[in-house]
């Protein structure tokens, strides 16, 4: 049984895809264009694929930065192969839209630590490996349980280390960090909190070291739609009001719940339902017959969302900080589903959205449609909910990571150039 869960525990906790990709022959102008991506800084960012929010954020990096830095994206946990195993993202990924969070729960709190600390040399090797290999000017690190040994490759080598942090609860990530000794090394968070902030210092984070700027969120989010013309493209029209419903890119038996509950009775809405990746829960989303007075559009994975959290009216979702984030900027009131065991870290997200007063948690499926009919048809309420969105911290993301990132690449470089001119000013004195 102890064999067992820990493979479980292997496959959980390595749940990420590594990829090659072959290169052509290039041809004159694209051998410039490869000279030109020669010149510009290069990032190496260390990523994964379970859950997909630290894909998210990796996306994010290289959407701002495609065109400004050379971007080489690695999945190190994957690398390590623990037992063997190279990837557990689909089992991961499968077990969150199941339902079988205690697992996850416990497997992140109590195992997942210890088997990455037991992997700490070899994380740090991996990751020395590609610093010789690619040979970048920043780390950038979106993941969490492993930056200790991974910063302490980059600190060996001379090249900072970013950390990025995706969550709003930093337990997954602090784990080792107060062993960090790199000079060069800096952490985002997504807001000033006893989970976030407060932790970091918990674990000898320096406060100069820590940068409040958001979590990373796609620029998709910060630009204006034309209502009207996604309105056509989706096939929504303006007089009804609409509920979306999405648990995660994974999906969620969840999800089709709620989308069975709302849309076979009488509130007169459009209900989007997004399956994610889950194939079988799209299946039996458009199996779905809803009450003549309204409408299902279910859609599968997509990366579009903003536009549609711009067609609506109110969410319904698990408290993930990705989708929460991503909500908040689109001033989108938020429903929380809490009829199941939350993962640990993401139980800040509901305390965020009542402190924020933008939303309510569903203690029970039964109240749900008393709570679709004040948020959709109060419009005293809703203009309430309008100015708790202004009161919230605008996300900085998009704006401050360039300048935090320059920094630590100049800084760099003028160490280098510091350490470089002792060794010549020590050749000299010898020669002499």
């Given at each position: 049984?102890?064999?067992?869960?820990?493979?479980?525990?292997?496959?959980?906790?390595?749940?990420?895809?590594?990829y090659a990709e072959a290169t052509p022959k290039e041809s004159p102008k694209q051998e410039l264009e490869v000279q030109k991506a020669e010149k510009r800084k290069k990032l190496l960012?260390?990523?994964?694929?379970?859950?997909?929010?630290?894909?998210?954020?990796?996306?994010?990096?290289?959407?701002?930065?495609?065109?400004?830095?050379?971007?080489?994206?690695?999945?190190?946990?994957?690398?390590?192969?623990?037992?063997?195993?190279?990837?557990?993202?689909?089992?991961?990924?499968?077990?969150?839209?199941?339902?079988?969070?205690?697992?996850?729960?416990?497997?992140?709190?109590?195992?997942?630590?210890?088997?990455?600390?037991?992997?700490?040399?070899?994380?740090?090797?991996?990751?020395?490996?590609?610093?010789?290999?690619?040979?970048?000017?920043?780390?950038?690190?979106?993941?969490?349980?492993?930056?200790?040994?991974?910063?302490?490759?980059?600190?060996?080598?001379?090249?900072?280390?970013?950390?990025?942090?995706?969550?709003?609860?930093?337990?997954?990530?602090?784990?080792?960090?107060?062993?960090?000794?790199?000079?060069?090394?800096?952490?985002?968070?997504?807001?000033?909190?006893?989970?976030?902030?407060?932790?970091?210092?918990?674990?000898?984070?320096?406060?100069?070291?820590?940068?409040?700027?958001?979590?990373?969120?796609?620029?998709?989010?910060?630009?204006?739609?034309?209502?009207?013309?996604?309105?056509?493209?989706?096939?929504?029209?303006?007089?009804?009001?609409?509920?979306?419903?999405?648990?995660?890119?994974?999906?969620?038996?969840?999800?089709?719940?709620?989308?069975?509950?709302?849309?076979?009775?009488?509130?007169?809405?459009?209900?989007?339902?997004?399956?994610?990746?889950?194939?079988?829960?799209?299946?039996?989303?458009?199996?779905?017959?809803?009450?003549?007075?309204?409408?299902?559009?279910?859609?599968?994975?997509?990366?579009?969302?903003?536009?549609?959290?711009?067609?609506?009216?109110?969410?319904?979702?698990?408290?993930?900080?990705?989708?929460?984030?991503?909500?908040?900027s689109m001033k989108l009131p938020v429903l929380l589903d809490t009829s199941s065991t939350p993962l640990f870290w993401e139980k800040v997200n509901s305390e965020l959205v009542k402190?924020?007063?933008?939303?309510?948690?569903?203690?029970?499926?039964?109240?749900?449609?008393?709570?679709?009919?004040?948020?959709?048809?109060?419009?005293?309420?809703?203009?309430?909910?309008?100015?708790?969105?202004?009161?919230?911290?605008?996300?900085?993301?998009?704006?401050?990571?360039?300048?935090?990132?320059?920094?630590?690449?100049?800084?760099?470089?003028?160490?280098?150039?510091?350490?470089?001119?002792?060794?010549?000013?020590?050749?000299?004195?010898?020669?002499?």
């Open positions: 049984m102890r064999k067992l869960l820990f493979l479980l525990s292997s496959l959980l906790v390595s749940f990420s895809t590594c960012i260390l990523s994964c694929a379970g859950g997909y929010g630290h894909i998210t954020a990796t996306n994010t990096l290289v959407e701002l930065f495609k065109d400004k830095y050379s971007l080489q994206v690695i999945y190190p946990i994957d690398e390590l192969r623990i037992l063997g195993v190279p990837s557990g993202e689909s089992l991961y990924n499968k077990m969150i839209s199941t339902g079988w969070i205690r697992t996850v729960n416990f497997v992140s709190r109590y195992i997942a630590p210890n088997i990455f600390y037991s992997k700490k040399e070899r994380i740090e090797e991996i990751v020395q490996n590609h610093i010789e290999r690619e040979n970048p000017d920043l780390i950038v690190s979106v993941i969490p349980f492993i930056n200790y040994p991974a910063s302490e490759a980059a600190r060996k080598r001379a090249v900072p280390y970013l950390l990025i942090t995706t969550d709003n609860d930093l337990n997954n990530w602090v784990h080792d960090l107060e062993y960090i000794t790199h000079p060069n090394f800096e952490v985002t968070i997504g807001a000033d909190l006893p989970s976030s902030r407060d932790l970091l210092q918990d674990h000898n984070i320096s406060d100069e070291k820590i940068k409040t700027i958001g979590l990373p969120l796609r620029s998709s989010f910060t630009k204006s739609k034309n209502l009207a013309e996604l309105q056509n493209v989706y096939g929504i029209s303006s007089d009804k009001p609409v509920v979306l419903i999405m648990m995660g890119g994974a999906g969620s038996k969840q999800a089709y719940k709620y989308t069975k509950m709302l849309s076979q009775m009488d509130l007169s809405i459009q209900l989007i339902a997004i399956a994610g990746k889950n194939k079988d829960l799209y299946n039996q989303m458009k199996k779905l017959k809803p009450h003549v007075s309204n409408s299902l559009l279910v859609l599968s994975f997509t990366e579009n969302i903003a536009d549609v959290m711009a067609l609506s009216d109110v969410l319904i979702t698990k408290p993930g900080p990705g989708t929460i984030n991503e909500a908040i402190q924020y007063r933008i939303g309510e948690v569903i203690s029970k499926k039964r109240k749900l449609p008393r709570l679709l009919e004040k948020y959709l048809f109060d419009g005293e309420f809703r203009e309430e909910i309008a100015i708790s969105f202004n009161h919230i911290p605008e996300n900085s993301f998009e704006k401050d990571i360039e300048p935090i990132i320059e920094n630590l690449i100049e800084g760099s470089s003028l160490v280098q150039n510091v350490l470089k001119q002792a060794r010549s000013n020590d050749l000299t004195a010898q020669n002499n």
